[in-house]
């Protein structure tokens, strides 16, 4: 039993999270958050000095805003994608984008997590480690799923309702 508390509190078992965030105060937040939560936590503020760090820090998981200058998080989903990195990054969208077909648009382009702001630190802490437990498997199929989800939910709310008239 105290072996196993050891290997809890022991740094090299830290999940290491990769915060991206252009708001001081939210970014300040989130990493205190995650760092009482037992992850090993860098914050950045934009999407440019993210695609310089990822390869050097190797996050397990990444957090990103998507609406950030001069790179922006989509940017960064881009690149990701581009670079095939193996194993895929599990990246946690983070913004205040609230559209469906924004959230549709994070997860085609690799998100396999997406949370509006405000969002309570506790859930996403709750989420991040929800997401680590899962395999490479079970996280592209959760992405999979969330796809199909959000474009059934758009065609319904932009499908033409029976007692409307179409021109």
């Given at each position: 039993?105290?072996?196993?508390?050891?290997?809890?509190?022991n740094t090299e078992n830290k999940s290491?999270?990769?915060?991206?965030?252009?708001?001081?105060?939210i970014l300040q937040v989130l990493c205190v958050f995650l760092e009482f939560a037992e992850?090993?936590?860098?914050?950045?503020?934009n999407g440019e000095e993210a695609i310089h760090v990822i390869p050097e820090f190797c996050p397990h998981l990444i957090v990103l805003d998507l609406m950030m200058q001069?790179?922006?998080?989509?940017?960064?989903?881009?690149?990701?994608?581009?670079?095939?990195?193996?194993?895929?990054?599990?990246?946690?969208?983070?913004?205040?984008l609230t559209?469906?077909?924004?959230?549709v648009h994070g997860f085609e382009e690799g998100a396999v997590e997406y949370m509006t702001k405000p969002a309570?630190?506790?859930?996403?802490?709750?989420r991040i480690r929800s997401i680590l437990s899962l395999s490479?498997?079970?996280?592209?199929?959760?992405?999979?799923?969330r796809i199909?989800?959000?474009?059934?939910?758009?065609?319904?709310?932009?499908?033409p309702q029976p007692d409307e008239f179409v021109y």
């Open positions: 039993m105290l072996e196993e508390v050891k290997q809890t509190y290491k999270i990769l915060v991206v965030e252009d708001d001081a105060a992850f090993e936590v860098l914050g950045l503020s001069p790179v922006s998080g989509f940017e960064v989903l881009d690149w990701l994608r581009a670079n095939r990195i193996t194993p895929p990054l599990p990246v946690l969208v983070l913004t205040a559209q469906l077909t924004e959230q309570q630190p506790s859930a996403l802490v709750e490479v498997e079970e996280r592209t199929l959760l992405r999979q799923k199909d989800e959000q474009r059934r939910v758009v065609e319904r709310v932009y499908a």
